[in-house]
């Protein structure tokens, strides 16, 4: 069965370094989503992405992030300036379409940053 | 805003058992769908069951079956015959309806463990 794939699967990063976090939606998908989870809390969404935009984002979506899809199969996070609260797993996501009532999120298994 | 809340961190269940993992939320919405998710260590969340906030019967999936009373926000997940495969932790998780936002909003999770 097709997975959703992220890469790497730890990441350690300095402050104030760039990282860019990596993610291969499922072939036929045409949403893509960032959801993160800081250690002990909820799992959070950051944002979605379908036709070339960002068509949501939450308020941590700040201009430190940005996502992208730079060719047919990858989907990439980058945080420019990471900070000591950057450190969460970030999940990524896939869906063929945006409907609640036929689709679903596949989700990969994420990649943990941390921060030092 | 809407909320998703587990109330139970850990639960445990002989092999065999039934065990039901509890999820309330808050929304005014009238119309949502519900979820659980599943994330077996290091393997990423997959769906177990979906509920439309619109149906009154509840759903199954298999082992898996739902209690959802919509006056009250609550969302149970029942695991009938509980195997070791069920291990894992649990996600409630909730979005709107089709034509509203995308993002799924979760719970903290309940980290279930089967005894052999």
């Known amino acids: 069965e097709p997975e959703v794939t992220q890469t790497p699967s730890h990441q350690v990063t300095q402050m104030g370094q760039e990282v860019i976090l990596r993610c291969v939606p499922i072939s036929n998908h045409l949403y893509f989503y960032w959801y993160r989870q800081i250690l002990g809390q909820k799992v959070e969404f950051l944002v979605s992405?379908?036709?070339?935009?960002?068509?949501?984002k939450s308020e941590i979506f700040d201009d430190q992030f940005s996502v992208e899809r730079p060719d047919g199969s990858n989907f990439t996070l980058k945080i420019r300036s990471t900070k000591l609260e950057d450190s969460a797993m970030y999940f990524c996501?896939?869906?063929?379409?945006?409907?609640?009532?036929?689709?679903?999120?596949?989700f990969g298994p994420g990649t943990r940053l941390t921060v030092l | 805003a809407q909320t998703v809340t587990q109330s139970q961190p850990e639960m445990s269940v002989q092999e065999a058992e039934t065990v039901t993992l509890s999820c309330t939320y808050d929304?005014?919405?009238?119309?949502?769908?519900l979820f659980w998710y599943k994330q077996p260590p290091s393997r990423q969340m997959i769906l177990v069951i979906r509920?439309?906030?619109?149906?009154?019967q509840n759903a199954t999936e298999n082992r898996f079956s739902v209690n959802f009373q919509k006056a009250a926000k609550s969302f149970s997940l029942k695991i009938s015959d509980s195997q070791l495969g069920d291990a894992a932790m649990y996600f409630c998780a909730y979005r709107v309806s089709q034509g509203g936002s995308e993002k799924l909003v979760f719970g903290k999770g309940t980290k279930l463990t089967v005894n052999p």
């Open positions: 929304t005014s919405e009238s119309d949502y769908y």
């Open positions: 509920q439309e906030a619109y149906k009154q």
């Open positions: 992405f379908y036709n070339n935009e960002i068509s949501e």
């Open positions: 996501a896939s869906s063929v379409t945006r409907s609640a009532n036929t689709d679903t999120q596949y």
